[in-house]
């Protein structure tokens, strides 16, 4: 079993910045990818920024320039650093993983995700 654990959330105000962390630990292999999502209210989740092994990194247009995504492969860790924050940056963010497990004397990929960590930027 794979689990992942954010951490970092909170209340902030607007312009203020939080850093958000998300452990993967159990059977793991290897990780692909790494990314974070968020979901408001009433909306769809939407993709905030991702990460590859390589360090390869892409970003939602609405975050380019005041989020950084980063990992530390070797202890299955990845990072949002969220900087001048907005209100309509207010979501449960959410951490992703491609990460590869073994089984049945093989190995897969698979798609695994966390709980959620609360973020709320008031105004």
């Known amino acids: 079993q794979v689990q992942l654990v954010e951490s970092g959330g909170g209340l902030v105000q607007a312009g203020g910045s939080l850093r958000l962390s998300c452990v993967a630990s159990g059977s793991i292999s290897s990780i692909n990818a790494m990314a974070w999502y968020r979901q408001a209210p009433g909306k769809q989740r939407e993709l905030v920024a991702g990460?590859?092994?390589?360090?390869?990194?892409n970003y939602a247009d609405s975050v380019k320039g005041r989020f950084t995504i980063s990992s530390r492969n070797a202890e299955n860790t990845v990072y949002l650093q969220m900087n001048s924050l907005k209100p309509e940056d207010t979501a449960v963010y959410l951490c992703?993983?491609?990460?590869?497990?073994?089984?049945?004397?093989?190995?897969?990929?698979?798609?695994?995700w966390g709980q959620g960590t609360q973020v709320t930027v008031s105004s």
């Open positions: 992703n993983g491609y990460i590869v497990v073994p089984d049945l004397g093989s190995s897969y990929e698979y798609s695994y």
């Open positions: 990460i590859t092994s390589g360090g390869k990194t």
